[in-house]
């Protein structure tokens, strides 16, 4: 259990908070769309609805994550998240290719919803042109992926959040402030298994400590990779599942968590494990629960 | 004359393909580091260089060593958090890489940062010792020079903070890392090096490299000492884009050669040239080599 001496920042993204020393907010759960294929709709909109009411229910707040694959794919998925999900909360977009990235910014802005966009994400791989068009077309909160091909290591994190580590020219939150995007998520990046995967959880206490952002990662990807899992074909989806908690317990803020349709197993174990961080830290550092949490709403 | 050889400093730059090694994150497979390394040794072989390094691609030449010895932490300047000690190889499994790239015919110099430099370069907060982190660093270093022996030709101390005054214990320091080692060592400090070479010319090593190019002045300097030791000669700037000719270095050569004589055994540039343009670099290099063709055949 931690604590940290380190003020720790929290962000009111749309209604949900983000941040803060364990024990106080819920880990937020975000959820991942589209990975595959051609975006389902139908599907989409029903696992959505199933994550909010999980997050009503539960008091674990949820984001959706919108993976953008192809261009086609940009105004299709932009027309959902604008008739279907729901206007007053945030949602993330996750893209990979830059151009892909630029289009869709574009799109966010003339349709008027960056307010409520997470930017996932910026990276050491930010090119000029996605930095210029992040500095016209601005949303409010972005994850910042703390990957440095150099050192995978906590330590080399840091480094690439705060000074670049030689492979662009500031560290990353400096380039995601002069942007303006004003709420920064850190992302640890979880690495493939064997090389470092640990350290994005390791990096969680440090991260927090140092730069008192909010900060978690994708770890369930690390549970994806491991082939060795293929011979426990019915333990893999809760094995991904309880990846997360290690985010809650190492002093997480939220847990990009896979594949929305894990939510009815990841839910209900990130509640529970909030719950035992919650009474933990309330009875050693007299850190109380904030109303929403679930301790309050479940105990 | 047979025994000049052309010879680097240590780092060369690079064409990182950043995106690549972020898009091997996202698709959680690991992007190796080898063509960086293959990019900057072929260049250094490409250009004629007999002596080649392993290119200090990975990092600065302060955090390639920091990064992976106990005690330190890296962050805008390396911290020093506890006891300094060796965790084990830091470039050796590059320098296994690159011996298989290097034809027989060429050497291979193993680069370490020294002791003093990288005592310099952290911010200390455990020790309130400089001495005593500075020895804790030239043991950890010696271990690791001790496996680094075995797999190149030459070894290499760079220390270019000797050259804002060597402590007393300079010498004891080199002395500490060099301890054990049978290869020959060079030992490079670059600046202005005119108020430290008497110090200089009493270290434990066998070749004195220096930035000859950029401060010429200590070619004078250096004519009031008998020179008994090698001098690798500093004989392109690397702070500067502008690529000297054939003739300039020449010409800068046969100056070393009227001060040293037969003591100048390498050529090398000032110092490393990680802050130029690749062409840049590798012209540089280029030239430096048939100068030292027309000088020594």
Not at chain 1, 111 to 139: F, Q
Not at chain 2, 51 to 56: A, T
Not at chain 2, 267 to 280: E, F, H, I, K, Y
Request: glycine letters at 8%.
């Amino acid at each position: 259990m931690y604590s940290f001496t380190k003020e720790q920042k929290i962000f009111d993204i749309s209604g949900i908070k983000i941040g803060g020393q364990p024990g106080v907010h819920p880990t937020v759960l975000i959820g991942g769309l589209f990975f595959k294929g051609e975006p389902n709709f139908i599907s989409a909109e029903k696992q959505i609805n199933n994550m909010l009411n999980l997050s009503k229910k539960l008091g674990v707040p949820s984001i959706p994550d919108f993976f953008i694959r192809k261009e086609e794919f940009i105004e299709k998925i932009l027309n959902f998240i604008e008739k279907k999900y729901p206007k007053n909360l945030p949602f993330s977009i996750d893209i990979i290719e830059p151009d892909l990235k630029i289009k869709t910014l574009e799109a966010l802005h003339k349709k008027n919803i960056l307010s409520r966009t997470i930017y996932n994400s910026i990276h050491v791989g930010i090119t000029h042109e996605e930095h210029d068009s992040l500095k016209i077309h601005t949303p409010s909160s972005a994850i910042i992926v703390a990957f440095n091909p150099k050192d995978k290591s906590p330590d080399g994190k840091i480094e690439v959040l705060q000074n670049g580590a030689n492979l662009i020219d500031s560290g990353l939150i400096e380039i995601t402030k002069k942007i303006g995007i004003k709420n920064i998520l850190v992302d640890t990046a979880a690495m493939a298994p064997g090389d470092y995967s640990g350290a994005a959880i390791a990096s969680i206490p440090v991260i927090k400590e140092e730069l008192g952002l909010p900060t978690g990662c994708a770890i369930h990807n690390v549970v994806e990779k491991s082939k060795w899992l293929d011979d426990f074909e019915s333990a893999r989806k809760h094995v991904d599942a309880s990846s997360n908690v290690n985010i809650s317990l190492f002093g997480g803020d939220f847990a990009i968590f896979g594949p929305i349709h894990n939510s009815d197993i990841v839910f209900p174990m990130i509640a529970w494990q909030d719950i035992l961080i919650s009474e933990y830290v309330e009875n050693y550092f007299g850190v109380l629960p904030d109303d929403s949490h679930p301790r309050r709403i479940l105990s | 004359m047979g025994k000049i050889k052309t010879s680097v400093i240590g780092s060369y730059p690079v064409d990182i393909d950043i995106f690549n090694h972020v898009k091997g994150y996202f698709n959680q497979n690991v992007i190796s580091w080898d063509k960086y390394i293959e990019s900057a040794v072929k260049d250094m072989l490409k250009s004629g260089i007999d002596i080649v390094s392993d290119g200090q691609t990975r990092d600065s030449f302060v955090n390639i060593f920091t990064r992976r010895l106990k005690g330190c932490r890296v962050r805008d300047r390396t911290e020093i958090i506890g006891k300094v000690d060796y965790d084990g190889p830091i470039t050796i499994d590059d320098q296994k890489y690159v011996k298989n790239l290097v034809p027989k015919n060429r050497k291979l110099i193993g680069l370490i940062t020294g002791p003093y430099t990288l005592t310099k370069s952290c911010v200390d907060l455990f020790y309130k010792n400089e001495k005593e982190l500075a020895f804790d660093f030239a043991t950890a270093l010696n271990q690791e020079a001790k496996i680094l022996q075995n797999h190149v030709d030459i070894i290499g101390i760079d220390e270019p903070f000797f050259s804002m005054g060597i402590p007393d214990y300079g010498k004891e320091l080199i002395d500490t890392l060099t301890n054990g080692l049978t290869l020959p060592v060079r030992l490079h400090i670059c600046g202005d090096i005119s108020n430290v070479i008497a110090e200089i010319l009493e270290m434990p090593v066998e070749i004195l490299s220096h930035e000859f190019k950029a401060s010429p002045k200590i070619f004078d300097s250096f004519k009031q000492y008998d020179v008994k030791k090698n001098i690798c000669l500093g004989s392109v700037r690397s702070d500067l884009p502008d690529i000297e000719s054939v003739d300039e270095i020449v010409k800068h050569i046969k100056k070393g050669i009227d001060i040293f004589g037969d003591k100048i055994t390498q050529l090398a540039p000032d110092c490393g040239q990680r802050m130029l343009p690749r062409n840049v670099a590798f012209e540089k290099l280029k030239n430096l080599v048939k100068a030292g063709e027309i000088v020594y055949g």
